[in-house]
C-alpha cells in the first residue's frame, strides 16, 4: 500500500512537473510576439545583413543583402551577388523610392508605397506587422530557438502563403524568415547573419547623389564584363509555348523578342544593356518585388528587372501577375545547380 502511495505521488508530482514546465516554455514562446514588436518599435535605426535566397522550379539564386534604416522611414536596401561584384540599392527617403543600377549607370525613381505596399523578409518593421497582424499564430520551441508560423499573402495579395520565422532565443530577433507557396514548396528564405540596434548611421547613407557617386567607383576602373546570353524561361504557364522569336544584334549587343502563345500568351522582351558614361533617368510608378539579386518592377501588365547586364520584360494583358513572377525567377541564371 505505501508502494502504491509512493508511486501515485510520484506520478502527481511528474505530472504537475511537466504542465509547469509547459505553461512556462508557452509563456516565454508568447514573449517573442510581443517582444519582438516592443523591440522593433523602440529602434530609431538599424542595420541587417544576411543572405537572400529565391527558389524556382531548377534552382535557386542566392545574394547578400544588407539593410540600413534610420527612423521615421528611411531605408536603404542592397543586394550583391555572391559570384559577381553587381549591386542593385535601393533608397527610400523623403522624396521617394529610388532604385540604383550603379553597374550600368541607371537609376530610377519610384512612385510607389513601399514598403507598405507589399510584406518584406528583410526589413524589421515588415516582419513585426506580420507578427501583430496574425492572431492564428503557432509557436513552438526547437533547439534553443522559438519559431513562428502563420498565413499571409504573397506579393500584392494574390495567393496565400505559409511564412516561419526562427528566432534567437536570447535576443528575441529574428535569424532566418521562410516563404512557402499554397502548396508548401520554399519560395523565399532570407538567412540573417547580423542585427545591430540602434547604430549611428550617416544621413548620407540615405541621400541618392552621394549614393551614385560613391557606388559607381567600384565599377569605373574594373568595369563588369557580363557573361551574357539570351536565355528561355523553364517555367511557362500550362499550354503556353514560344510560338515566334526575334533576335537581333551581336555578341556585344543583342536584343530578342520572344511570342509565347496559348492560354495565357505574354511577350519576354530581353534587351543587353550597355554601360554609359553619363547617368540614365527613369520614371516608374508601380509595386517593387524582391527577387535574389534583382529588384523588379511591376505594373501595367508588365514585370521589368535587371540581371547579369540583361534588361529584361515580361509584357501580357491576360498573364496573372503570379505568372509573371514565376516566368522571371525561372529567366535568372541558377548560382546552385
Not at 524556382?56 to 559570384?83: C, I, Q, W
Not at 512557402?180 to 532570407?190: C, E, G, I, K, M
Not at 567607383?217 to 536565355?231: A, C, G, K, V
Request: net charge negative; glycine share 2%; with cysteine.
Amino acid at each position: 500500500m505505501n508502494n502504491h502511495k509512493i508511486l501515485k505521488t510520484s506520478l502527481c508530482f511528474i505530472m504537475i512537473l511537466f504542465t509547469i514546465l509547459s505553461m512556462t516554455s508557452c509563456k516565454k514562446e508568447k514573449v517573442v510576439e510581443k517582444k519582438f514588436p516592443e523591440i522593433v518599435s523602440e529602434l530609431t535605426s538599424y542595420t541587417l545583413e544576411g543572405t537572400y535566397i529565391t527558389y524556382f522550379e531548377n534552382g535557386s539564386k542566392e545574394s547578400n543583402v544588407l539593410v540600413y534604416f534610420m527612423a521615421p522611414d528611411h531605408y536603404r536596401v542592397e543586394l550583391s551577388g555572391t559570384l559577381a561584384n553587381e549591386k542593385q540599392i535601393m533608397i527610400k527617403n523623403n522624396k521617394g523610392v529610388f532604385i540604383i543600377l550603379p553597374s550600368i549607370n541607371k537609376t530610377f525613381k519610384i512612385t510607389s508605397d513601399w514598403p507598405e505596399s507589399t510584406e518584406q523578409p528583410y526589413l524589421l518593421h515588415s516582419l513585426s506587422k506580420d507578427v501583430l497582424n496574425n492572431q492564428d499564430l503557432m509557436t513552438k520551441t526547437e533547439n534553443g530557438e522559438i519559431i513562428l508560423e502563420f498565413k499571409t499573402k504573397f506579393f500584392n495579395n494574390i495567393e496565400p502563403m505559409k511564412e516561419k520565422i526562427i528566432f534567437d532565443y536570447k535576443t528575441k530577433l529574428p535569424k532566418d524568415v521562410f516563404i512557402y507557396r499554397s502548396n508548401d514548396t520554399l519560395l523565399n528564405h532570407v538567412n540573417i547573419k547580423r542585427i545591430e540596434k540602434n547604430p549611428k548611421l550617416d544621413s548620407n547613407l540615405f541621400v541618392v547623389d552621394n549614393t551614385i557617386t560613391s557606388s559607381r567607383l567600384d565599377y569605373i576602373d574594373s568595369p563588369i564584363e557580363f557573361d551574357r546570353s539570351i536565355t528561355y524561361p523553364t517555367f511557362c504557364p500550362t499550354n503556353t509555348t514560344l510560338a515566334q522569336e526575334i533576335i537581333l544584334g551581336d555578341e556585344l549587343d543583342k536584343r530578342a523578342v520572344m511570342k509565347f502563345s496559348g492560354d495565357n500568351p505574354f511577350t519576354l522582351l530581353e534587351n543587353y544593356v550597355k554601360e554609359t558614361e553619363s547617368l540614365k533617368s527613369e520614371y516608374f510608378t508601380g509595386d517593387i518585388y524582391t527577387m535574389a539579386g534583382s529588384f523588379a518592377l511591376v505594373a501595367n501588365n508588365t514585370l521589368k528587372f535587371y540581371d547579369n547586364g540583361i534588361e529584361y520584360t515580361i509584357a501580357s494583358s491576360t498573364l496573372p501577375l503570379e505568372d509573371m513572377i514565376m516566368i522571371a525567377q525561372s529567366l535568372v541564371e541558377s548560382d546552385i545547380k
